[in-house]
């Protein structure tokens, strides 16, 4: 059976009485949760392996009071989009890349991970679920409403958010027994509200990851962290934070939600992924287009001097794609670089984008379709009889 | 409406058709769930003030998939103990120093923490909810059954498990826009297995914490992160993991899962709580009785020199009390130190416990009674009504 359609009560989407489906204002968009209608919920016990999970209806989800996640911060997460190209297929962007870095994290953290074919899977299916692709299968999706769930190209994207949660009881420190993949959407327009560049205050009080740590696997712990740097710096009107190591504290390491490259000449460098630095999905490919257009990439340790003495500074991430820095602000020093039309993050962000997008070819393999048929074999088996 | 009775189906409890009440099997209980009858639970939106709680039944929780907990570890945690005096009184240890402690992690995780005086009662809320001490509110506690849910003087105690965790939905890192504050209890015996002394080895491969991160407080981000050193330690039959510190590595900082303190002639040393320590309530303790029977206590840098060199090494934890380390290997070294009758850190245990007890009097004012008639005027409110 096919899922029917709910239109959400969200703010963000208006409806009218004609209107089959929801229509998302993406204009207005930031980077806060829109519920969307479906989700992907899996289990599994410690050390067996996860088979297929459910699609369900969005909603809370029930938990132990002393799961590893909630008590000890057992817990990874992922970030992806699905995007709508010009000629109206859906796409994913690197997929098995997520869930190679998921499998990582989860060997960190000692957890039981999905496989990278479960986990691609799963994504799919999760933005099918949430697009109504199944109902409009028929339909050549060059004829799709432009306001249908992913968004028009070039607006924002629906943000996949899977999470692999400790979720079994656990009083001693120690792994917990039950694991849960879970996934679940939102559509989601620009990370940062800074239409020109960001302006990033080095922290010096705080660092984000050590040496032996976990900073180099997208864990949980991580995050809350880096929050308190992060609402300091807000108030006094900057747009992020960036870290230095915690070894040093002479050489840059990252943003609180994104990797930093710096540009001198032809050579643009960003910090190694030696353990500190979260290895990016979007640092990696903009590392291979700045190659491909002729620039050298350096991966090594990126001092503080050498940052105050670029001439361009951008963050790389999933949520942001790419994103030029106006301003750093290290003690007293304000540091302005080139942003704009002719700085190489707006080039290489127009790269990228057009890859993502489907403007361009996609000759690396990176581009990953979402054929509306994988219904036919898999998707309508999970929902089948169930009341969504 | 007191609540009525439901024995335990855990295989820690026995039940006879003429007991009216569980009796756990405080000789086999190591450290590890077991689930007791009630729980608290208070929420609070993101700058109010969390009111009163519940007490309700123990069970799983309703969670966003999206709250800041399960994507970004923003949580807390805390643990204490209730104990049983000799003479029938239920006590928690200093449980003040734990809501101040929670309070000082809610300020560096950017919470909303429930205020010490809330938090105090809550503990107390939870503790008589699980003893059913309202049920035998008239029978004075001297003719308590001893196989009663708190413990036996002198075997095992009930572990209370405080938590504080972001439960609002948050799709950027940021502060979650809810909390809750929720209480579990269950009882436990001795954290480590080990009769005679603990068997550690030093990490060279993690460090816990670093400077301007969150060692000094009891996130949750401080715990998973450690669980790999500890399956490893375990696996090569260690009892636990010593961790150096993550800027020189030549410092002791902590054990899994409590303080370290040596032992060189008359001078007790101890690494300083200064970011990257958890400033622990038994290490806090454990300074002052050791300073109150003529030891000099030293809160400084330990070097691994240091510690190989010592005469005696023990650890200090709510879970484990005071426990001797009986050797400490470090690279192919195996260090032995003093343990058994006429260690300090045996002499410290018994002095600590003795108060925990109500074996000896306690002149810290340390000790806070729970005095059974809290319930005339708070408890019975909380669970008026309700079907428990």
Redesign the interface.
Known sequence: MAPSVHPSSSPLFTSKADEKYANVKWDEL????V?TDY?YVAKCKQGERFSKGEIVP?G???????A????????L?EGLKAYRTEDGRITLFRPDQNAIRMQTGAD???MTPPSPELFVEAVKQTVLANNKWVMVSLIPSRFLPFWFYVPPPGKGAL?I?P?L??TG???????APEYTF?I?T?P?GN?HKASSGLNLKV?H???R??????GGVK??????????S??EAKSSGFSDVLFLD??TGKNIEEV??CNIFILKGNIVSTPPTSGTILPGITRKSISELARDIGYQVQERDVSVDELLEAEEVFCTGT?MVVKAVETVTFHDKKIKYKTGEKALSTKLHLILTNIQMGVVEDKKGWIVEIDHFIGTDSFPDEIEGKSI
């Open positions: 930031g980077f806060a949760l519920p989700m969005y809370d989800i029930s938990i132990s009071p002393c590893g996640i909630l008590n000890y911060g057992q817990g997460f960190r953290l000692c943000y958010r999470l949660i400790g009881a656990v009083l001693g420190i120690a792994s879970l679940y939102s989601v990370y922290d009080n705080h660092r990851a050590h040496f032996g740590g976990t864990s949980c712990t991580n995050y809350s962290p880096v929050v308190k992060l609402i915690a070894a609180s939600t949520a």
